[in-house]
């Protein structure tokens, strides 16, 4: 499977071939494939185009944006074209990039340089913080989420069990049969680059052997419920609940880990509730797990805890693109273990694999909430296999 041919690369495409009216805004996780995906739709344009990557210029340099786009106005101006494509991958490394994009922007709209741009990055979080900061108005954003299970059997013929149990990183593939190495290649290239250039080296992070450690108990429990001061008491090196709900909240904005909250329908009660632990990958739950495939499935609780993450994955990841809220419920004995909302629409979805007794969360959920759909995901309901092709949408669209 091309990369290109990602619904996302189509779609920028198609914009990128409209009259100028916005700038493009790409973001999501590492190691998904933004800049690849970028560099070969650039082949299929029909104007000239120039590609600039950030990440080695000093954060301070705010200067280095304006230069950049000079030089790409004097390109456009020998070019036999009339447009101009400017890419600039991780943006968010400089130091107020976001005010100087708007001053340069505004520059070529005043004049009517038909300059078109492409700004990427891969942290959520600082992005957003710029773009509703100074360039209100004047761009459209585009998520690239971690790979689905869809993407990977076509790329590259992945099993449903191998996308569990492997995650969905494109650049781990060549290295599955090889437990060593594809552990290494997780925590040194996906998760020490995430933590240590998209979080501390862009944010104030007091304590970075704390943020590592809540990563690695976020990743051991994903699918399940930890309260945060029962985190605290397992660390070593203590912080307050406040300075791990922060960093928690950063993980997050780095496609890395979520802390769902409970619903309530009360949002004050949701943001005070214990979080339940989500990888967007399962490749982070794997890889600190010191199993092989035939142990965790060995052990059935570990399992329906890799499968249930699994789910989660696919749920959180889809959040994001098709905007509604994922949360969980429980009350007493009864547990939901997903719940979503759009437009007060309100789903729940049971996980189950290979369960023998019958959970009554669903039933006692749809008597306190009158949810409009609830389903069971696994056993005596929506297989995996058919569950994994599904965007979830479409539990909205019944």
């Not at 779609?11 to 805004?25: D, G, I, N, T």
């Not at 970028?38 to 590609?51: G, I, P």
Request: a neutral charge; glycine letters at 6%.
């Amino acid at each position: 499977m091309n990369l290109y041919q990602r619904t996302y690369a189509q779609e920028l495409a198609k914009r990128m071939s409209e009259p100028r009216m916005f700038m493009q805004v790409v973001y999501g996780p590492r190691q998904v494939g933004k800049t690849t995906l970028v560099r070969q739709m650039q082949k299929h344009l029909s104007f000239e185009s120039s590609f600039l990557l950030a990440d080695n210029v000093p954060a301070v340099d705010t200067g280095w944006i304006k230069r950049v786009w000079d030089e790409a106005r004097l390109k456009l101006a020998r070019s036999p074209g009339s447009e101009f494509l400017l890419i600039i991958d991780e943006i968010q490394k400089i130091e107020n990039w976001s005010e100087a994009v708007k001053k340069e922007w505004d520059t070529d709209t005043i004049e009517g340089r038909d300059l078109k741009v492409i700004l990427l990055g891969s942290s959520r979080l600082l992005l957003q913080q710029g773009l509703t900061e100074s360039l209100a108005g004047r761009f459209e954003a585009t998520y690239i989420p971690h790979w689905s299970y869809t993407e990977m059997r076509d790329a590259f013929g992945y099993s449903l069990e191998q996308y569990v149990w492997h995650g969905a990183y494109p650049g781990a593939v060549p290295l599955i049969k090889n437990r060593e190495r594809w552990t290494d290649y997780i925590r040194d290239s996906l998760v020490e680059t995430s933590i240590s250039r998209d979080i501390i080296m862009l944010t104030k992070i007091d304590k970075p052997a704390l943020l590592r450690r809540l990563f690695e108990i976020g990743c051991v429990y994903s699918a399940k419920l930890v309260s945060l001061t029962k985190v605290q008491g397992n660390l070593q090196e203590r912080g307050n609940i406040t300075t791990l709900a922060n960093y928690l909240q950063l993980l997050d904005g780095a496609g890395l880990l979520a802390g769902l909250e409970k619903y309530s329908g009360n949002a004050i009660r949701k943001r005070s509730s214990v979080p339940k632990f989500q990888v967007y990958n399962n490749a982070l739950l794997n890889q600190v797990l010191n199993l092989t495939l035939q142990q965790a499935k060995a052990d059935h609780e570990l399992w329906g805890q890799i499968m249930e993450s699994a789910v989660g994955a696919h749920l959180l990841n889809h959040s994001i693109t098709e905007k509604y809220c994922l949360y969980y419920w429980n009350e007493k004995n009864h547990e939901v273990d997903f719940v979503l909302e759009k437009e007060n629409v309100v789903i729940g979805l049971e996980v189950k694999s290979g369960k023998e007794s019958t959970s009554l969360g669903l039933s006692v959920f749809c008597k306190q909430f009158n949810p409009e759909h609830v389903f069971t995901i696994g056993t005596d309901g929506i297989s995996f296999e058919e569950f994994f092709t599904m965007n979830p949408r479409c539990f909205f669209e019944i």
